[in-house]
């Protein structure tokens, strides 16, 4: 039979052994809030005072990041991005609202197939219009981007505002945001330029603060859609032809025979 010594000691062991296993059971839901509050820290230094951006895809508008991403109601994947023959890209960034004068540079990035790595910028023409929905608040301004620079967290357009050309006021709320909608082209986009991407994104850099993506999606499909109007012309100019067409036919049998 056990003694009383030899079951105290037995005791003491199991109890120590528990609290050697809850431990680090303890440290790590005490660590956790505390990396918590790291990783949003950094995340509002990446985004700062853009607080998100979307873009317009053929289903709609894709709002939320992910592997796919969704559309606003957080359930439906994201189709291609669309380009319009007049607006470009389009979609919204939404601003912390009171930021006053700020100074932006947008443009789109892409993720070539096969080569990896981060996306990287798409050079170019680009033209940029701003609107709160009712009147336009910024633009059209056109700029220049280099192409091949990578679309990660650190690498932005440097401090000079001549990296920055697109130039904004964001008013003082409530609300605690004010949201703008763009129209972004590029000069001479064909979607066969993107046929070798995985997928694209729209950036927007902020002088001196921070920066947001859209979410990812794929790349323009097919041919971009011809505008309407000069269909319309077209259109007249052939029922014309054809109505001239068929009145001289019409004419033909009532013209006098000359005489033999």
Excluded at 149 to 170: E, M, R, S
Excluded at 200 to 209: Q, S, V
Excluded at 241 to 255: E, H, N, V, Y
């Amino acid at each position: 039979m056990p003694t009383r010594n030899a079951e105290s000691v037995s005791t003491n062991l199991f109890v120590r052994g528990n609290r050697q296993m809850r431990a680090p059971f303890r440290r790590f839901f005490v660590a956790l809030p505390i990396a918590a509050i790291l990783v949003f820290s950094l995340a509002a230094i990446a985004s700062a005072n853009i607080v998100s951006k979307t873009i317009n895809v053929d289903n709609g508008e894709c709002v939320f990041s992910g592997n796919p991403p969704h559309l606003g109601d957080g359930v439906t994947p994201c189709g291609a991005a669309v380009y319009d023959p007049v607006n470009g890209f389009t979609g919204h960034i939404t601003f912390v609202s009171g930021e006053g004068a700020i100074h932006l540079n947008d443009f789109i990035c892409e993720n070539v197939s096969g080569v990896g790595g981060p996306f990287t910028r798409v050079g170019g023409s680009y033209t940029l219009t701003l609107s709160d929905g009712v009147v336009v608040v910024s633009g059209p301004t056109t700029y220049s981007v280099t192409g091949g620079a990578d679309c990660t967290d650190g690498n932005i357009g440097g401090t000079t505002a001549a990296n920055y050309p697109v130039a904004l006021t964001v008013p003082d709320g409530p609300p605690a945001t004010y949201t703008v909608s763009y129209s972004l082209t590029l000069a001479g986009f064909d979607p066969a330029n993107f046929t070798g991407d995985n997928s694209i994104l729209n950036r927007t850099e902020e002088l001196n603060d921070g920066h947001t993506n859209s979410p990812s999606v794929a790349p323009p499909q097919g041919t971009p859609p011809v505008p309407e109007a000069p269909l319309t012309v077209l259109l007249v100019l052939t029922g014309g032809l054809g109505a001239a067409w068929f009145i001289s036919r019409r004419m033909r049998p009532s013209m006098p025979m000359a005489a033999a």
